[in-house]
């Protein structure tokens, strides 16, 4: 507990760089899953059934495997290890964190969305077309109509990436002062037998699923209304 | 009244191989109250759907304002945006009553219309609401926002959905005098889609009726129920039509 009063320099940084990671991740498949969701719940086309099951996949599809896959793609010898450019990251670095936290999270983010769009009244694009709103206009109207349900999507999606070990610790390598976030550093320290640090991370941890949690309790409580 | 605001030829509107509206021809003169009756289920909700132009017809043409629109090409927004529907349910937004009457105003990029909603407010008897969520209102005061986020708008033509179905008498006078007013203040085309053939009469300059998706007989109000041509309207008009 004293090493979280006391705003341990090493807790800190693990701390900061966990926000800093899960948080670009966040935004990331916020704005990828978002319209995805979107169109998904709104238009019918062509082949959506099949990106409705493939979305359903990635819901539920172990993160491991995500950070395997991950991992695999950016190797040297894997297709993206290959290709020098500066936007591709590198193995074992946050940026590597950052993608793999994000595709576990996109799936996350759109099949919320999509559902919360699909439990607004369809005549309400119908409604909105008829006081003059563009397609986007009111598209825009049904996402901000479902605003709870997207961000319960948001806030759920950042719970599950905060919280996850195996895909960062595969693609970060939880290198100290470099690619270690909370979840890893509890795995390293309990295995170290420094089990001070270990509780106050995990405490830390704990600590942030339970503010989003409530959050999320708070919004649903406020939809159900 | 020459000036026909709507021209409807050979109209057919088709919903999974069943069609489900013909209208040989029809036209909606400007200025003008144009009361739609017919029993449940005759096609009146989709011919509003069409003069809103919300969806294209299967087949033949509606004229609007001189322009031809044939179902194939898309009405340009602007022409679209000078109608507005009053809808059976009034889909209100989950926000306060004021941003429900803003809203019209904001698609169109009009941010400063407070003043504007205080008085259509004001004119629909809800200004002691205006900052309740609209969810929480009564089925009357709903059905008076939906049309006072109609009207905010100054549309060339009010398309009206039995804009007073299931309300009380002191809701259904309020309404019809706010729907008479427009018309007569500022000549604001009004279609008005109602199962109530007193309604039709107290508001109306002509009477459509509308049997299985088509017209059987448009006439003034007077001719329609007094000396009306088909036996049809006759039987609808007396209250024993069997359908
Ligand atoms: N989107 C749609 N898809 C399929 N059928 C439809 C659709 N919309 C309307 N219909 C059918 O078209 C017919 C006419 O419906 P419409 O809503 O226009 O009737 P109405 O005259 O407004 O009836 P009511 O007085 O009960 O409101 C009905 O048989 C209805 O089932
Ligand atoms: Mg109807």
């Avoid at chain 2, 009405?75 to 004021?98: I, K, W, Y």
């Avoid at chain 2, 004001?122 to 002691?128: N, P, S």
């Amino acid at each position: 507990m004293g090493l979280i009063l006391s705003g341990d320099p090493s807790l800190t940084e693990v701390v900061v760089l966990s926000l800093r990671v899960s948080g670009t991740a966040l935004l990331i498949s916020t704005l990828i899953g978002i319209p995805i969701g979107a169109v998904l719940g709104l238009r019918r086309f062509v082949g959506r059934p099949f990106v409705m099951a493939l979305l359903y996949t990635g819901m539920g599809f172990p993160p491991v495997v995500i950070g395997l896959l991950v991992y695999l793609f950016l190797s040297r010898s894997g297709p993206l290890g290959q290709i020098e450019a500066g936007w591709i990251p590198r193995l074992f670095t946050p940026e590597a964190m950052i993608l793999a936290q994000s595709v576990i999270a996109i799936p996350l983010v759109a099949g919320f969305t999509m559902a919360a769009v699909l439990g607004v009244d369809p005549q309400l694009q119908l409604q909105a077309r008829a006081l003059g709103a563009t397609p986007w206009q009111a598209t825009f109207t049904t996402l901000a109509e479902a605003r709870v349900g997207v961000i319960i999507a948001i806030v759920a999606a950042f719970g599950r990436i905060i919280a996850e070990v195996g895909a960062v610790m595969l693609v970060g390598g939880n290198i100290d002062g470099r690619t270690r976030v909370l979840t890893t550093a509890v795995v390293l320290e309990t295995r170290k037998g420094n089990f001070d640090l270990a509780i106050a991370l995990g405490i830390t941890l704990i600590g942030l699923a339970f503010v989003i949690n409530t959050t999320v309790l708070l919004l649903q409580r406020q939809v159900s209304r | 009244m020459n000036t026909p605001l709507y021209h409807l030829q050979q109209v057919e509107k088709v919903y999974d191989g069943r069609s489900v509206l013909h209208i040989e021809e029809l036209s909606v003169y400007a200025g003008e109250i144009l009361a739609l009756v017919g029993p449940s289920g005759v096609g009146k909700s989709t011919l509003l759907r069409l003069l809103n132009f919300l969806e294209r017809p299967t087949r033949g043409s509606i004229t609007f304002r001189g322009r031809k629109f044939d179902g194939q090409e898309e009405v340009p927004l602007a022409e679209r945006r000078r109608a507005t529907t009053v809808f059976q349910r009034p889909f209100l937004l989950n926000r306060s009553v004021r941003a429900n009457v803003a809203y019209g105003l904001r698609l169109r990029g009009q941010y400063d219309g407070e003043q504007q909603v205080a008085d259509v407010l004001q004119r629909v008897g809800l200004q002691d609401v205006a900052d309740q969520n609209a969810r929480t209102l009564s089925g009357g005061e709903a059905q008076r926002v939906a049309l006072a986020r109609a009207i905010i708008l100054q549309p060339d033509v009010l398309l009206l959905d039995e804009p007073t179905a299931n309300l009380d008498p002191y809701n259904v006078n309020l309404i019809e005098n706010i729907v008479r007013q427009m018309n007569e203040t500022q000549q604001m085309t009004i279609v008005l889609v109602t199962h109530n053939v007193f309604q039709a009469r107290r508001l109306a300059h002509r009477v459509t009726l509308l049997l299985n998706g088509r017209v059987i007989e448009t006439a003034p109000t007077e001719t329609f129920f007094n000396t009306p041509h088909d036996a049809r309207t006759a039987a609808f008009v007396r209250g024993d039509m069997v359908y």
